[in-house]
């Protein structure tokens, strides 16, 4: 059983859809993150809030918008996305200082009709 | 720069020693780690090594780190099919990011 739980687990929606992503862990962490990942590929990093506060962005398009309304959940909100947006979106946490290992969730697979 | 790399497979018989290489390139990682991810699954962390070891055993899994080739690996002793998984490496860079960069990931596969 992962600590870092996310919900839902699947999702289909369509391109016009507003749809979020939750991201709950209660190990007192105080990273957390958003990775995208695409099918036989590594993940990928897209945002990073440290004591809430967005501190990494990767140049992600404005169709995916992160929010942190505590230290123990993180959202991320669709809107307009497309095809090629459809992924597993794994979330992570790590302790607030450097050299802590992140610890993920089981992921949200994502399709985009 | 950033950058890691690993072989793409792996085939083992149940009961042997799994070796998953990976090499990077960035001197200046502080962290190193590897994780396992199951059909379906997000990651499972499994190990890390810090850069001024050498080796860490850890029950079944073994990390050897090779500083000057920047060379890791992961053995893992008496493989089981339940090992079978995609094995991913990553290096934290100490350039003050906080952020995981992982190699392209081994798929192990374990045959009764």
Not at chain 1, 45 to 55: A, D, G, Q, R, T
Not at chain 2, 25 to 32: C, H, K, R, V
Request: glycine letters at 6%; hydrophobic letters at 30%.
């Amino acid at each position: 059983d992962t600590e870092v739980t996310q919900t839902p687990k699947h999702l289909v929606m369509g391109m016009t859809n507003k749809k979020s992503l939750k991201c709950e862990q209660h190990m007192g962490h105080r990273a957390m993150y958003w990775y995208k990942q695409k099918a036989k590929k590594p993940p990928e990093l897209m945002f990073v809030y440290s004591y809430e506060k967005l501190s990494i962005n990767e140049s992600v398009p404005s169709r995916f918008s992160p929010e942190c309304p505590n230290s123990s959940l993180l959202n991320l909100h669709l809107h307009a996305l497309q095809p090629e947006d459809s992924a597993l979106y794994l979330c992570a946490s790590s302790q607030g200082s450097r050299n802590q290992p992140q610890h993920f969730g089981d992921g949200t697979r994502l399709s985009i009709l | 720069g950033e950058d890691v790399e690993q072989s793409l497979f792996l085939s083992v018989r149940e009961g042997d020693s799994s070796v998953i290489n990976c090499t990077y390139t960035d001197s200046s990682s502080t962290y190193l780690y590897w994780y396992k991810q199951e059909p379906g699954a997000g990651l499972q962390l499994l190990t890390y090594i810090f850069s001024n070891m050498d080796m860490k055993q850890d029950q079944r899994l073994t990390v050897l780190l090779n500083k000057k080739d920047k060379h890791l690996s992961l053995r893992i002793a008496d493989t089981q099919t339940g090992d079978s998984a995609i094995y991913f490496c990553a290096e934290e860079f100490s350039g003050g990011r906080r952020a995981l960069t992982f190699g392209s990931g081994t798929r192990l596969q374990v045959q009764p």
